[in-house]
């Protein structure tokens, strides 16, 4: 993240790519900075972030949207501590969507990498603003004050608190960005402590307000109906049986809309297009789920998908017979390597399926178009649980022609996102039918909706090969990655070779080639795009090589980084192999690595660098005679820069694991025919407690420029609980979920 000059006649603007492609930038005019610094005599604003009343209490605004990922409290623990305030004197409340608090949005990882300088420099400014408040009322010289604990204090120990200073400090010079300076981390109160989520309470006594409690005066609800294959749309329906039923007000067809999905952001399906379907209004959820549940569709299936599942794998197996069409890093090294009848060779082809979000909280949305009358423009309000709320304006403009500064997009809380809720098109269908019926509606997915309408995680294949000399050394490896694209000039998203895996940016004697086939099934972002899979096949490949070596996984994977260094130099972007080196070994040690295990016990090793981060995982697994196998524990070495709230960060990486676990074990969309299969939990299982591992967390805080934390996590546990079982039983999987090839998860 680049930061340039803010000052009263300049702007701030920061901008970082989010995985999966999307670019965020925050920009803050010059006219809104000179605002809102403190310039207005008696405002108790300090800046955009931060008030502070007569009576002491701070209110910091928090303007990433918060779907569990603990941004509510690390962002503004940030503004504090440069602030110098007492954590016990903020209130965090929600920003509202204004552009005077730049882009508002939540995915990739990102939002304390790209926010971390922002918070500090308003925290840094509303300190120097309070400490030249002091100097004034104290008529003593502003080096000589230190503020801390929500108080400015003399070197003679004469103080004022910040609520006494508030009313002068609005009337202080907006600081300038270049000359403030910032905290010694050796002396930080707050950042690097455990601090309970702000929303702890209220969401534990169910007062928390997400997209689903949405409540408007005058409210209808609504459910939609979608052909169950993409691209399908609604002919006819049972409309006189359906209108009649109880609780029914309406019942119309939708018909596809393209102009939805326009967006300029360029982010996985654009805002996605408005399908063709069936809406029902009623008088509640529960009459128009009833009705849903009656309702007969004839579809238009001609232009649909026929995507299949089986099919895709036995063209995939056609495809690995020969090299990729596209050749991603060439070494025809690699070829006589694996040539070499003097060498271990070893071919492996390895698939990982498509699969789900399933948020907790499924798609929902409320929204209230309200046409113009007498020469006004339409209008729209919308509560939606968005990871990008500012994007539905755009589905607004796109769809409906309600410009922007004509649109209120109210931003909840979101019960998971993971992805799935920066594409909008449950959005798209409240609009349409809000604007169709004329008032208010709250459209509400089934849980079957949720996971048939998903954009899902992309499934794919990969075609490994591998040779290894007398001396155990690696000599060659041939990497075809076969995957998916719409349209065939890329590959959807999380599909595809990236370059930053190690096979691409580390290793030696590589050969990687990519081909990629068509599809129609929507695909978005899962939880660290593209590394959730990648990872699975790279070090599960690189333990077959070990083992194919004769040698300790260990000792392989460290000599596989060779020196330490960073693959691109300084780029926080690239993987630097002593952080990878260290966090390897940590796990390694804390796990207890290369101690005797019970019989039917193994130990597995994983590591994988993405969204910055470098992360280890050991898992600890047993497995019983019937394929039975249980996660004892997992232990994880993490270097993603400094800690804001261990608390969160501890949550976060445990609940990565977790979700790790129940995707690789029994999780999977299967299509056949272009339908999904899967319609409910009985069949797409989520963990439950009693199959939970321990999960040891291990921090290296170094003083490099703070990573991603709740994706990265994610990617090595897969191929760490494999290589564990491997150990275990000599049995190797290169096919997820583990359900699919005879082990139980218990």
Same mark, same amino acid.
Not at 303 to 324: F, H, P, V
Not at 468 to 487: A, C, P, R, S
Not at 517 to 527: L, V, Y
């Given at each position: 993240?680049?930061?340039?000059?803010?000052?009263?006649?300049?702007?701030?603007?920061?901008?970082?790519?989010?995985?999966?492609?999307?670019?965020?930038?925050?920009?803050?005019?010059?006219?809104?900075?000179?605002?809102?610094?403190?310039?207005?005599?008696?405002?108790?604003?300090?800046?955009?972030?931060?008030? %502070?009343?007569?009576?002491?209490? %701070?209110?910091?605004?928090?303007?990433?949207? #918060?779907?569990?990922?603990?941004?509510?409290? $690390?962002?503004?623990?940030?503004? +504090?501590?440069?602030?110098? +305030?007492?954590?016990?004197?903020?209130?965090?409340?929600?920003?509202?969507?204004?552009?005077?608090?730049?882009?508002?949005?939540?995915?990739?990882?990102?939002?304390? @990498?790209?926010?971390?300088?922002?918070?500090?420099?308003?925290?840094?400014? !509303?300190?120097?603003?309070?400490?030249?408040?002091?100097?004034?009322?104290? /008529?003593?010289?502003?080096?000589?004050? /230190?503020?801390?604990?929500?108080?400015?204090?003399?070197? $003679?120990?004469? $103080?004022?608190?910040?609520?006494e200073l508030a009313a002068r400090a609005v009337r202080q010079p907006v600081p300038d960005p270049e000359q403030l300076s910032y905290k010694d981390p050796r002396s930080y109160t707050i950042i690097g402590t455990s601090i309970g989520?702000?929303?702890?309470?209220?969401?534990?006594?169910?007062?928390?307000?997400?997209?689903?409690?949405?409540?408007?005066?005058?409210?209808?609800?609504?459910?939609?109906?979608?052909?169950?294959?993409?691209?399908?749309?609604?002919?006819?329906?049972?409309?006189?049986?359906?209108?009649?039923?109880?609780?029914?007000?309406?019942?119309?067809?939708?018909?596809?809309?393209?102009?939805?999905?326009?967006?300029?952001?360029?982010?996985?399906?654009?805002?996605?297009?408005?399908?063709?379907?069936?809406?029902?209004?009623?008088?509640?959820?529960?009459?128009?789920?009833?009705?849903?549940?009656?309702?007969?569709?004839?579809?238009? #299936?001609?232009?649909?998908?026929?995507?299949?599942?089986?099919?895709?794998?036995?063209?995939?197996?056609?495809?690995?017979?020969?090299?990729?069409?596209?050749?991603?890093?060439?070494?025809?090294?690699?070829?006589?390597?694996?040539?070499?009848?003097?060498?271990?060779? %070893?071919?492996?082809?390895?698939?990982?399926?498509?699969?789900?979000?399933?948020?907790?909280?499924?798609?929902?949305?409320?929204?209230?178009?309200?046409?113009?009358?007498?020469?006004?423009?339409?209008?729209?309000?919308?509560?939606?649980?968005?990871?990008?709320?500012?994007?539905?304006?755009?589905?607004a403009k796109n769809m409906l022609g309600v410009e922007a500064e004509n649109t209120k997009v109210n931003g909840t809380r979101m019960g998971g996102g993971f992805g799935r809720r920066a594409v909008h098109d449950f959005a798209a269908?409240?609009?349409?039918?809000?604007?169709?019926?004329?008032?208010?509606?709250?459209?509400?997915?089934?849980?079957?909706?949720?996971?048939?309408?998903?954009?899902?995680?992309?499934?794919?294949? #990969?075609?490994?090969?591998?040779?290894?000399?007398?001396?155990?050394?690696?000599?060659?490896?041939?990497?075809?990655?076969?995957?998916?694209?719409?349209?065939?000039?890329?590959?959807?998203?999380? &599909?595809?070779?990236?370059?930053?895996?190690?096979?691409?940016?580390?290793?030696?004697?590589?050969?990687?080639?990519?081909?990629?086939?068509?599809?129609?099934?929507?695909?978005?972002?899962?939880?660290?795009?593209? $590394?959730?899979?990648?990872?699975?096949?790279?070090?599960?490949?690189?333990?077959?090589?070990?083992?194919?070596?004769?040698?300790?996984?260990?000792?392989?994977?460290?000599?596989?980084?060779?020196?330490?260094?960073?693959?691109?130099?300084?780029?926080?972007?690239?993987?630097?192999?002593?952080?990878?080196?260290?966090?390897?070994?940590?796990?390694?040690?804390?796990?207890?690595?290369?101690?005797?295990?019970?019989? =039917?016990? =193994?130990?597995?090793? @994983?590591?994988?660098?993405?969204?910055?981060?470098?992360?280890?995982?050991?898992?600890?697994?047993?497995?019983?005679?019937?394929?039975?196998?249980?996660?004892?524990?997992?232990?994880?070495?993490?270097?993603?820069?400094? %800690?804001?709230?261990?608390?969160?960060?501890?949550?976060?990486?445990?609940? &990565?694991?977790?979700?790790?676990?129940?995707?690789?074990?029994?999780?999977?969309?299967?299509?056949?025919?272009?339908?999904?299969?899967?319609?409910?939990?009985?069949?797409?299982?989520?963990?439950?407690?009693?199959?939970?591992?321990?999960?040891?967390?291990?921090?290296?805080?170094?003083?490099?420029?703070?990573?991603?934390?709740?994706?990265?996590?994610?990617?090595?546990?897969?191929?760490?609980?494999?290589?564990?079982?491997? !150990?275990?039983?000599? #049995?190797?999987?290169?096919?997820?979920?583990?359900?699919?090839?005879?082990?139980?998860?218990?």
């Amino acid at each position: 993240m680049s930061l340039n000059k803010i000052n009263r006649r300049s702007f701030l603007k920061s901008s970082a790519l989010v995985g999966g492609g999307l670019l965020l930038e925050m920009t803050i005019p010059a006219s809104v900075l000179a605002e809102e610094l403190g310039t207005l005599v008696g405002s108790k604003e300090l800046n955009v972030f931060v008030q %502070i009343a007569s009576d002491g209490q %701070i209110t910091i605004y928090s303007h990433t949207p #918060e779907m569990g990922q603990g941004i509510k409290t $690390s962002l503004p623990m940030i503004i +504090a501590e440069e602030m110098g +305030a007492k954590w016990e004197d903020v209130q965090v409340i929600d920003a509202p969507l204004d552009d005077k608090f730049g882009q508002q949005g939540a995915g990739g990882s990102r939002s304390v @990498s790209r926010n971390f300088n922002l918070m500090r420099q308003m925290g840094a400014s !509303a300190r120097e603003m309070l400490l030249g408040a002091a100097s004034e009322a104290m /008529e003593v010289s502003k080096q000589d004050l /230190e503020a801390k604990e929500s108080t400015v204090i003399h070197k $003679s120990g004469q $103080s004022l608190t910040f609520g006494e200073l508030a009313a002068r400090a609005v009337r202080q010079p907006v600081p300038d960005p270049e000359q403030l300076s910032y905290k010694d981390p050796r002396s930080y109160t707050i950042i690097g402590t455990s601090i309970g989520g702000v929303d702890n309470l209220v969401i534990a006594t169910g007062r928390s307000q997400f997209g689903i409690d949405a409540d408007v005066p005058g409210m209808k609800y609504a459910s939609y109906t979608r052909c169950p294959k993409v691209g399908g749309f609604a002919v006819s329906f049972n409309a006189a049986e359906i209108k009649k039923m109880p609780g029914v007000l309406d019942a119309f067809i939708l018909q596809p809309d393209d102009s939805s999905g326009k967006s300029q952001s360029g982010f996985l399906n654009g805002l996605a297009v408005l399908r063709g379907g069936v809406a029902i209004v009623g008088e509640d959820t529960w009459s128009v789920f009833e009705a849903k549940r009656q309702l007969k569709v004839k579809w238009d #299936e001609s232009k649909a998908s026929i995507d299949d599942w089986d099919q895709m794998i036995r063209d995939a197996r056609e495809l690995a017979k020969n090299d990729g069409a596209d050749i991603k890093l060439d070494n025809p090294e690699v070829t006589a390597a694996l040539a070499n009848k003097d060498n271990k060779t %070893i071919e492996a082809f390895y698939q990982f399926p498509y699969v789900a979000h399933v948020c907790m909280e499924p798609m929902n949305c409320t929204a209230d178009f309200r046409a113009g009358k007498n020469g006004n423009p339409d209008t729209l309000e919308v509560w939606v649980p968005s990871q990008f709320p500012g994007q539905v304006k755009e589905v607004a403009k796109n769809m409906l022609g309600v410009e922007a500064e004509n649109t209120k997009v109210n931003g909840t809380r979101m019960g998971g996102g993971f992805g799935r809720r920066a594409v909008h098109d449950f959005a798209a269908e409240a609009m349409a039918i809000s604007k169709h019926v004329g008032a208010p509606i709250k459209l509400t997915w089934t849980r079957t909706d949720d996971i048939h309408g998903d954009f899902f995680r992309v499934g794919g294949f #990969e075609n490994m090969k591998g040779a290894i000399d007398k001396n155990g050394k690696l000599v060659g490896l041939d990497q075809h990655y076969i995957g998916f694209t719409k349209g065939g000039e890329r590959p959807v998203i999380g &599909s595809g070779l990236r370059g930053n895996e190690l096979t691409m940016s580390v290793m030696p004697n590589t050969r990687v080639s990519q081909s990629l086939m068509e599809i129609k099934t929507p695909c978005g972002a899962w939880r660290a795009p593209g $590394s959730n899979t990648n990872a699975f096949v790279e070090q599960s490949f690189i333990h077959e090589l070990a083992t194919l070596a004769g040698r300790d996984h260990l000792e392989f994977l460290i000599e596989l980084m060779g020196e330490r260094r960073w693959v691109a130099d300084g780029n926080i972007n690239a993987i630097n192999t002593g952080r990878a080196i260290d966090v390897i070994k940590l796990a390694a040690e804390k796990a207890g690595w290369g101690r005797t295990m019970p019989k =039917g016990t =193994g130990l597995g090793l @994983s590591f994988y660098f993405c969204h910055a981060a470098h992360i280890a995982e050991v898992a600890e697994v047993s497995v019983d005679a019937n394929r039975n196998f249980q996660v004892k524990k997992v232990t994880v070495a993490v270097d993603v820069g400094p %800690i804001i709230n261990m608390s969160g960060a501890l949550h976060q990486l445990q609940g &990565s694991v977790i979700d790790g676990l129940s995707t690789m074990a029994m999780q999977q969309i299967t299509l056949e025919k272009g339908v999904v299969q899967e319609n409910n939990f009985d069949a797409y299982e989520v963990l439950r407690i009693a199959q939970t591992p321990e999960v040891d967390v291990h921090f290296i805080q170094s003083d490099n420029q703070p990573t991603g934390l709740g994706e990265p996590a994610l990617p090595p546990l897969a191929a760490a609980v494999t290589n564990a079982i491997f !150990a275990a039983t000599g #049995e190797r999987i290169r096919s997820m979920p583990l359900s699919n090839v005879g082990f139980t998860l218990v």
